[in-house]
Each structure stands twice: as C-alpha cells, then as structure tokens.
C-alpha cells in the first residue's frame, strides 16, 4: 500500500494550533470589512469574460496544428503508459508506478497545470482525442438538465476509491478504474459529441474550473488573454451541478482530515473490510452533507430580497456565489496534498525506471530512495496554513464583488452576514483537519 493523503507536517505549527485558528479567521474577517468599507462597486461584473490583454501571437501557436497535435499525443501517451502500466506491471504498488501517477501527477498535478497555464487540459485530454478520432455525421442531443451531474458523479466515484476504498492503491483497482472510465467517457464522447467532455468527464470539468483562476484565460473570441485571475473565476457557469461539484470538493477534503485524526483513527482502526466501506463511506457523505448544507444554508440566507430583479440564475444564490468556493477548494487541497505531491510524487520518477518490474533501470535512478529532509516540517505547516487563508481571503474578494452586483450598496455588508459567517468556520475547520495528528 501506498499512503493516499499528505505524509508530514500536522501537528508541527510554528504557533499554537488555537492562534492560528483565531488569526486566520480575523484575517478573513478583517478582508471582508475592508471590502465593505472601500468595495462598493463590481470590478469583475460584467466584464468577466471579455476583460484582459489579447494573446494573438500565443493563441496562433497554442491553436495552431502542430502544437494540438503535440498535446493530443502526449495525453494519449500518458494515458496508454498509465494503463499498460495499471494492468501489467506489478502487483504491489510500492513497485508500480500507476497509482502514484493517477494520485499525485494527475489528480494532483491539475492544480498546478491549470493554474498555471489555464484551460489546456482540454487540449490534451486523450478521452476527448480518442472519442472524436471516430467520424460521425451527427450526435445526439444532451439530455435536458444533465448539466455536470455526470461530472460530479464520476468525481465522487474517484474520491470514494481514494479516500474509502483500503484497495484504492492496489495496481490492478487503478486498471480497472481508469479503464471503466475512459471507457464510459470515450463511449458518451461517441454519442454526444465533444460537448460532453465539458459536462461530463470529471477530470476536464474539475480542471476547467481551476483554470478559471489562471491568468490565462479565453475571450467570447476564443483568444487567449491575460487577465486578472479573479475575473475569469466569474465566469463560472452558475449551474446547480458545479455547486454540486465544488461542495463535494470540500466535503471529500474535510473528511480526509477528519479520517486522519487520532480520535478517528482508534475507532476505526480495527473494523472488518466491510465495516470499514461502510464507516467510511458514511463518514465521507455525512462531510459532504455538513460542507454543503452550511454553503447552501450561507447562501440562501444572504438576503434574497434584497436581490436586484433578474440578477439571479436558475442556481439561485448559491449558484451566484459559488465561484467564491474555487480558491477555498484550491487552499484546501495545497493544504492537504503540499507534502504528498513533493514526497510521493518523487516515487513516481524512481519507478519509471523500471515500470512493469522487470529489473530495468532506464533513468538511472536504481537504488535511489525518497528524500524526505528536504522539507521541514515547520514550512509545511506554513504553506498548509497560508493556502487555507489565502483561499479563503480570495474567496471573501470573489464573493464581495458578487455581492456588489446583486444587492445595492446600502444593503451590501448586511446581506454577506451569513457569508462571511460560513468562510470564518471554514478557515477555522480547515486548520484544524489539517494541523490534527
């Protein structure tokens, strides 16, 4: 078994766990007053999508044909590698790459690649490549209000396998479930067209919306721009299924913290294997439930009359505000992966050396170990803390100037109450899940 959460860190704060717990939920309080004071006005509504600088001569070469051609082959690359890999090399997952490159290069690598170089997962998404190298004159319609339940089911699918199922590492479960997915994905692809991959290949919809808070962005033109990041995370679609979405994020983290703490831990350490699927599988929907209820219940509790007419979508109020849960999302899983990606991530170059165990040493890495003392255990706990607060204070921005757009100025600081209410308990739940040993 490979380890599937962060490795190191908790428990080592710099400052005592209750100080930083009261100073991060007043850095965000503090946020949201300077907001009020000096905001009173949309920056990013309705310019959203339209703002930034046009990338002309980028967009020609990144849309231009050799450099698709490039990404469709690496995706397809890493894909079949990741396969052949999954289903013939070896059976122990501490000598098998694939597991470490699902968990930690791609699932965990799509923060960082999509940050940093904005919607370019779907340029390189081997299902999408696979599904339209098959002609088809037509496609069929998507079915009405599917939109991104599909994406959302398939995430939740991928997260009970990491954070329940105790085979979720083993070499042969990951073959089996990249290939069920890539099956189903490529088959829907057939049938519906390259609009399904944007509604429902979880990994392209979870990307696409991380890529909303890159600087890197796309006009109504389809060029790529510079922008501020926070303009493009207004473009969210506000629909009930990316709520969906993004709540199940922050449920799934949450509980991945709480399956870690020592209270946890003791209780459940010695169930059967089918006491452990269901205690945790319970434990994973009740951390949803709890994450989604309190957003919703924010949300819903801002003042819906004192909306302005029309300004609201078919999502209502958490639709409107659930761009201000990416960055949050974003801080809590740096918090929780920062350690894991830096120090598992390392086992995912040494066995590629030798991918399907059969003694080779292509890279020149034979014999080479993990170096666990290049991070201290003091500038983990900073980066958990300082993404958390981060997170939170972008999101109190992304939902401030939201708010500017729906409520009019003198109702705006009294209508975001219950907002902010909700972003001080996340900050200060969300240093405790992860600094608990």
């Known amino acids: 078994m490979i380890p599937l959460h962060g490795i190191g860190g908790r428990g080592d704060l710099p400052v005592p766990l209750w100080l930083a717990v009261y100073s991060a939920g007043a850095a965000v309080a503090v946020s949201f007053f300077a907001l009020a004071a000096f905001w009173s ?68 690598g799509i923060i960082p690649v999509s940050l940093l170089l904005g919607p370019i997962w779907r340029l390189a998404n081997p299902l999408r490549t696979l599904a339209t190298a098959i002609p088809r004159t037509a496609y069929r319609r998507l079915p009405q209000g599917i939109e991104y339940w599909p994406a959302v089911a398939g995430l939740a699918a991928f997260l009970w396998l990491e954070l329940v199922c105790p085979e979720g590492s083993e070499p042969r479960v990951v073959a089996i479930f990249v290939t069920t997915y890539a099956v189903a994905n490529v088959a829907m692809g057939i049938v519906f067209g390259p609009r399904w991959f944007a509604i429902g290949d979880s990994f392209e919809v979870y990307a696409e919306v ?24 207004a473009t969210i679609p506000q629909q009930p299924g990316v709520v969906g979405l993004l709540c199940l994020l922050l449920g799934s983290t949450a509980f991945d913290g709480i399956s870690r703490w020592s209270a946890w831990t003791s209780r459940t350490g010695q169930l059967s294997h089918t006491g452990h699927l269901v205690v945790y599988t319970i434990g994973l929907i009740a951390a949803v439930a709890v994450v989604s209820g309190l957003f919703l219940l924010a949300a819903r509790s801002t003042g819906t009359s004192m909306v302005r007419p029309g300004a609201v979508g078919d999502a209502g109020l958490p639709g409107a505000f659930v761009h201000s849960l990416v960055p949050i999302a974003i801080g809590y899983a740096v918090a929780h992966y920062f350690s894991f990606a830096l120090f598992q991530g390392q086992a995912g170059v040494l066995l590629a050396s030798d991918p399907f165990g059969r003694g080779w040493d292509l890279l020149g890495t034979k014999g080479m170990q993990i170096d666990y003392a290049f991070l201290g255990t003091g500038l983990i706990a900073a980066v958990q803390i300082g993404a958390i607060v981060l997170g939170h204070i ?44």
Do not use: C
Request: no cysteine; net charge positive.
């Open 41 to 108: 006005r949309p920056r990013f509504e309705p310019a959203g999508r339209s703002a930034g600088t046009t990338l002309a001569r980028l967009t020609a070469i990144v849309d231009g044909r050799p450099a698709r051609w490039l990404l469709k082959a690496i995706g397809l690359a890493a894909l079949m590698l990741l396969l052949a890999t999954a289903w013939f090399g070896s059976s122990d997952p501490s000598l098998n790459p694939a597991p470490t490159w699902l968990y930690v290069w791609i699932w965990v």
């Open 394 to 437: 972008l999101g109190v921005v992304a939902a401030h100037d939201r708010a500017a757009q729906l409520f009019r100025r003198r109702q705006l600081r009294r209508a975001q109450y219950p907002m902010l209410a909700a972003m001080v308990a996340f900050t200060a739940g969300g240093i405790a899940l992860v600094t608990a040993s």
């Open 210 to 233: 991380l890529a909303k808070l890159s600087p890197l962005g796309r006009n109504d033109q389809h060029q790529l721009v510079l922008r501020n990041p926070l303009a493009g995370l």
